[in-house]
């Protein structure tokens, strides 16, 4: 699996328990699965059709730093499913789990559409040789 997105936790991510507030967790599991349908079909044209349950095993709080991974489970004919893990960046427990998520690639009026994707697209690696250095005082 591979953790594409990390989110430092904050006092306003928090619920009256002074932990993670789920909402905020899967808005960013929504958001950073788009983009990973995005950049695995090569399309923006897609639509969140199915989340599995839900598993909640840990929590956060604030400071904590998590990441997000997805994984690739196959490639329908119009869908892409997966699965995502989200864990603390540090102890590497898992906080939360979703066995399959699947979006749907669709036309101009939100009707499915064949994607013609077959393989799975590895991650976008910048230049590490172009130099860019960055000072921080």
């Not at 306003?12 to 788009?34: K, Q, V």
């Not at 349950?53 to 869908?79: C, K, P, Y």
């Not at 995502?84 to 690639?105: A, P, Q, S």
């Amino acid at each position: 699996m591979n953790f594409y997105s990390r989110k430092l936790i904050k006092p306003e991510d928090l619920n009256p328990n002074h932990t993670l507030f789920g909402g905020s967790l899967l808005r960013w599991i929504d958001e950073e699965a788009a983009i990973f349908a995005i950049c695995q079909l090569n399309t923006d044209k897609l639509v969140t059709k199915f989340i599995s349950e839900i598993n909640f095993i840990n929590s956060a709080r604030a400071g904590d730093i998590i990441e997000m991974g997805m994984e690739v489970l196959m490639f329908g004919r119009t869908s892409i499913t997966f699965k995502c893990v989200v864990r603390n960046k540090f102890t590497k427990e898992n906080i939360l789990t979703i066995d399959k998520i699947v979006f749907v690639h669709v036309d101009e009026n939100g009707r499915p559409k064949p994607h013609g994707v077959t393989t799975v697209t590895e991650p976008d690696h910048e230049d590490e040789s172009a130099g860019n250095t960055i000072i921080l005082n």
